[in-house]
């Protein structure tokens, strides 16, 4: 009898203790932080975390708009700076990688294994993520100024409010291709029989995409999100990161 009490006991106190936090992530994440997230919960018995993947514009906007989420992991450090310098944020951004810019196919009569292929006259249509709302569609927009491309591809753009919908656009075929970050199909094109190219393009062409995370105000007091946020800075979750190819910020 003393040791089912004993039990129930610590049963409610473990219940007691489990925390569930949100947390607003760039859609590029979509993959590897789902990988990160749930190595991390395998040793937090009871705590739970609900991620949502949207443009990191989006998702400032929510914040400022008082958003429950406890953690905001972006794809830019300009974003973060911005909760930050608007008191919306518990403590400073980190950085935690650096992302790869990419141009994609998922279409064998292209192959995009190398940028040239933007060049091609018979692609009609280029998906790219909506540079005011996504910041690999900044870099995206800073590259083809810097390859001296606007003048041939401007016309073929179509914008995705989000990397994941541009992605999903080249994905799906209604572009023949498209703009992403390389953690978004590394490892699909890495799978046998994939008919996904991809180039890794020159980031001396853009600005280094550095990508950082900041705990909000309604997370200041979460133990969960603050464990969270570190171990997606430590080595395990960094070794998670390289495989999807981040590069250390």
Known sequence: MLLRVVLACGLLVSSALAEKIQVLAAASLKFVLEDIKNEFLQTREGDSIEISYISSGKAYAQIQNG????????????????????????????????????????????????????????????????????????????????????????????????????????LEGSAEVGFSALSMVIKEAQKEGSAITYAIIDEKLYKPIVQSLIITKAGKDSKLAKDFAQYVLDSKAQEIFKSYGYDAP
Do not use: C
């Not at 390859?147 to 041939?152: D, I, V």
């Open 67 to 170: 958003s429950p989420a406890e953690l905001f992991i972006a794809a830019d450090t300009e974003y973060p700076q911005k909760v930050y310098k608007e008191k919306l944020g518990a403590d400073k951004p980190q950085n935690y990688v650096r992302g790869k810019l990419v141009v994609f196919s998922a279409n064998k009569d292209y192959d995009a294994s190398t940028p040239e292929v933007l060049k091609n006259p018979a692609i009609k249509h280029i998906a790219i993520p909506n540079a005011k709302l996504a910041p690999y569609g900044v870099a995206a927009e800073a590259y083809i100024k810097s390859a001296k491309l606007e003048k041939l591809l401007n016309p073929k753009l179509v914008l995705g409010e989000s990397i994941g919908q541009a992605t999903t656009y080249v």
